[in-house]
């Protein structure tokens, strides 16, 4: 933890030449008046452009801004139809039939910033301050573990006491624990980090205790926007500094990075192309695209009024949409969807391409612990917004989520494996163009639902996911990828020590 | 020149780490009859450095020392003649 006062903390955070070397003629990658133009150009587009537009996506190809903006002003319902069911196939292609779950863990509400948006806001005196010891993330780590989880996301404020040597530390903490499962132990096997903008030299220690994806959302793209909504005094008001984080992450060997905006702040169909444009400069620069994008919708937060009031507040219609043209823009990347959207709607939304999601998810700082304690079912009525970003739509627990999607014929994963087997960076990019990755998502999937139903799960959801195990087997034993070399034997092996209760088996 | 000669050859040379471990990789591939990625190995994380275009199924994984790693399609050889390769790649990963 830094020993300098919040002040001191706060004027050397920012290194300069850490935004100028990424500019490129003085200039950063977010052109208004550009993205502005293209929007407008394509308001009326042609349905068989469109339906030219699909096919390219299909293809796993990375639209143009052009394109995107064309899928953006679709109006036909029927044309919607088609663009909604492409985005599953596309996802299907890539990364098969699975859904990769997650916990998020807020360590922190501690805050030097005051965005008009969060419940974190310094000048939030309604807010419930605290920041978790590592003793106390391991006991938040344990109750998510004992779950079933195996992957977290883990969420900062910005502030001196959570540096990067706090979030290093975090990370390592998480790393070592372990719970009895039914057989053996349950981990978290990998990490994953929201925080603020870092130098390179910070981003480095993340690096060096193998930190999974490194997530920077910009929160909104529009340069205005961003001013009013994140006072110039504050580190959070720097749009640049926040606009290059993921590019100096990468420069730190950080070879996983995912983007976001907050959706709610500004026009949506503007943040999307600011999306779009965020993955080609990270593309051009480095060859490698953002391995996730996220889509949180504002939601009532303590203490902000614009979480309530502003215009732009993005419609469940709408919200389907814009995941739908990312899903069909950026077609090789994960896409997130939260608990912050409710049951049904994320149950739509899944099947337009999203792939992965959370649940049991607690989002108060210490709140898997309380919740524990509690052992209360009421959890919506439970939430506390003076200890929380802002309030969950869907609070249903892992098992409820996994049998829901497991009737709907998708599979649950946990799987780990890209990472701790070089498939990282441009590596996976390349295989995940390629649509091979993918082949690894089945088998892993497979592998870590199979440890999910022996484990964890209620009776209810292992008759179901039984079922769809088998179907997934006989998918495998058929597809002719699986057949090359020794893959099958491999995977069958493999299978067979799972079932027999050796864990963390992965291809 | 023989596969061992070759490897001192690139030791020897003035390229990068990273283009002496893509030398190695495909030396090590055409000695062993498989195909390996070079990792480097943060917690976790075995990030692909140099080695195969072609996607290695993870059967094989080795931890040469703390920093790196070796992955390959099959096992390159027993935990008693590690040291072999580890003798091969001496000088380029040994920091």
Redesign the interface.
Known sequence: MSELTVKEWVKQVVKPDEIDKYLIDGKDFINEQAINTTLAKNQKPEKQRIRDIIQKSLCIERLDPEETAALLHVEDPDLWEKMFAAGLEVKRKVYDNRIVFFAPLYCSNLCVNNCAYCGFRYENKDEKRRILTMDEVRQETEAVISEGHKRMIVVFGEHPRSDADYIART??TI?NVKMPARNGMGEI??VNINAAPMSVADLKKL??????TYQVFQETYHKTKYARIHPSNTLKGNYRWRLYALHRAMEA?I?DVATGALFGLYDWRFEVMGLLHHAIDLERQFGIGPHTISFPRMTPASGSALSISSNYLVSDADFKKLVTVLRLSVPYTGLIITARENAPLKKEVIQVGCTQTDASTKIGIGGYTEALKELSHLERQNQEIDKQQFILGDTRRLDDVVLELAEMGMITSFC??G???????D?IMG?LKSC?EGK?CKLNAVLTFREYLDDYASPETKAIGEKLIEQEISQIREIPFFSK???LE?FDKMYRDTLNGKRDV?? | MSTKERIQKTKNSDLSRKGKLVLLAHELADHFKTDIYFCEIKGKRWSFVAGSDKTVYGSWRFQLNDRWGIISTRKLAEEKDIHLINDMIRGILSD
């Open positions: 990370i390592e790393y096997r990998r690096w060096n205790v193998g930190i999974g060997g070879d780990t494996a990472y701790r087997c070089g498939r990282t960076g590596k295989l091979t690894f070399g020794s893959l491999t992965y291809i």
